[in-house]
């Protein structure tokens, strides 16, 4: 982004003096036409990297039929990929969403849900963490569970990378 221009956009992240107008792989090209390595990966979006011919391809063949449809509604290739995701993983189902807040409503659903089954109606509270547990355990605890999410999450990409290359 060019300094001392007006823009829009908040400035949470303060001056941005690089401009990406591409990307190959893991490999992000600048418009002065620098090659980065791309150790964001778009803050954990693009974790595939950048511009992969099957995953391009995909996505074309994809979007020239249908962009998205609710979780309301049948999707096979959602089906196929769930799948593969409870074949190579400690999952029995899966649960696609959008967003963090999404997930986190899931979770809340499927504790409800256990606790409804089991006839533990009088559960109402989820947790109580105390201030010992709050200041010693809890940073451990979300350390792992932490490492836990990107080890599935790797696991996803290493299926999906699999998955679009049988495609």
Not at 4 to 32: C, Q, W
Not at 138 to 154: A, D, E, G
Request: hydrophobic share 35%; proline share 2%.
């Amino acid at each position: 982004m060019i300094q001392n221009v007006h823009s829009y956009l908040m400035p949470t992240y303060g001056d941005r003096e690089i401009e990406f107008i591409r990307g190959e792989g893991a490999y992000l090209f600048s418009s002065k036409n620098t090659k980065y390595l791309d150790f964001g990966s778009g803050i954990a979006v693009n974790s595939l990297g950048h511009c992969h011919p099957s995953l391009v391809k995909a996505l074309r063949d994809q979007s020239s039929k249908l962009w998205h449809t609710s979780n309301l509604y049948l999707n096979k290739n959602q089906e196929e990929y769930a799948e593969l995701l409870c074949k190579h993983s400690f999952a029995e189902k899966v649960f696609f969403t959008n967003s963090g807040v999404e997930s986190i409503e899931c979770g809340l659903k499927v504790i409800r849900s256990f606790h409804y089954h089991h006839n533990n109606i009088e559960k109402k509270i989820l947790f109580h963490l105390k201030e010992h547990f709050m200041e010693e355990l809890l940073p451990r605890y979300l350390l792992n569970k932490i490492k836990n999410i990107l080890r599935f999450l790797t696991l996803c990409c290493q299926v999906l990378c699999k998955y679009l290359s049988m495609i």
